[in-house]
């Protein structure tokens, strides 16, 4: 199964035509790995779904199902823009689509939020979107993991979100890793709902 086969009903969240080419785009450049590690190497911070053969691919497809249920709800998607709606949506998307680095690397990286956020910035003309949405994207994207900032020796490497754009990417990340929260999905990685 080719990139876009894996990501149509993802891409139908889109509402902008140049973003969904955009979005597949930042998919197409991501490393294979994304698509087929799990969310979590130890099983202790995310949901049963996210575990295993694709799990982060389960994990950032969850966290861009629940953003697109969130602001589907008018009583907080009135608060956001069309453009806003759709960048945040993509950025959730791809939030941790250099979990391992580039090249890859055994463990997470702690910083891999930066990680991404500088991949968007760094290649917006590549990907063919503006110096303003990348700058949009690479700010939600960098402060997805919200207030764990700390790495494993204590030092502070990551921004706490301030935006409200920021705070949506988190929450809706945050509630995909929530074991408590199932997302149901089929054989081949879609969400069965």
């Given at each position: 199964?080719?990139?876009?086969?894996?990501?149509?009903?993802?891409?139908?969240?889109?509402?902008?035509?140049?973003?969904?080419?955009?979005?597949?785009?930042?998919?197409?450049?991501?490393p294979e790995y994304w698509l087929h590690e799990a969310a979590s190497s130890t099983g202790k911070y995310h949901p049963e779904y996210a575990l295993g053969e694709g799990g982060?691919?389960?994990?950032?497809k969850a966290a861009m199902r629940i953003g697109y249920e969130l602001l589907n709800n008018p009583c907080i998607g009135d608060k956001y823009t069309a453009r806003e709606?759709?960048?945040?949506?993509?950025s959730l998307l791809v939030h941790d689509g250099l979990k391992l680095g580039d090249p890859q690397e055994r463990y997470t990286r702690?910083?891999?939020?930066?990680?991404?956020?500088n991949f968007i910035i760094d290649k917006?003309?590549?990907?063919?979107?503006?110096?303003?949405?990348?700058?949009?994207?690479?700010?939600?994207?960098k402060t997805h993991m919200g207030p764990?900032?700390?790495?494993?020796?204590g030092n502070e490497v990551l921004e706490r979100p301030k935006t409200k754009y920021q705070n949506f990417v988190h929450m809706?990340?945050?509630?995909?890793?929530?074991k408590c929260l199932l997302v149901p999905f089929d054989n081949n990685s879609k969400i069965s709902v």
């Amino acid at each position: 199964m080719d990139r876009l086969e894996m990501f149509v009903e993802e891409l139908e969240y889109i509402n902008d035509e140049s973003y969904k080419k955009v979005l597949l785009n930042i998919i197409n450049m991501l490393p294979e790995y994304w698509l087929h590690e799990a969310a979590s190497s130890t099983g202790k911070y995310h949901p049963e779904y996210a575990l295993g053969e694709g799990g982060l691919l389960r994990h950032s497809k969850a966290a861009m199902r629940i953003g697109y249920e969130l602001l589907n709800n008018p009583c907080i998607g009135d608060k956001y823009t069309a453009r806003e709606k759709d960048l945040m949506l993509m950025s959730l998307l791809v939030h941790d689509g250099l979990k391992l680095g580039d090249p890859q690397e055994r463990y997470t990286r702690f910083d891999h939020p930066i990680l991404m956020a500088n991949f968007i910035i760094d290649k917006y003309k590549e990907l063919d979107l503006s110096k303003e949405d990348a700058k949009f994207m690479g700010d939600v994207i960098k402060t997805h993991m919200g207030p764990w900032t700390t790495d494993y020796n204590g030092n502070e490497v990551l921004e706490r979100p301030k935006t409200k754009y920021q705070n949506f990417v988190h929450m809706c990340d945050f509630l995909a890793s929530r074991k408590c929260l199932l997302v149901p999905f089929d054989n081949n990685s879609k969400i069965s709902v």
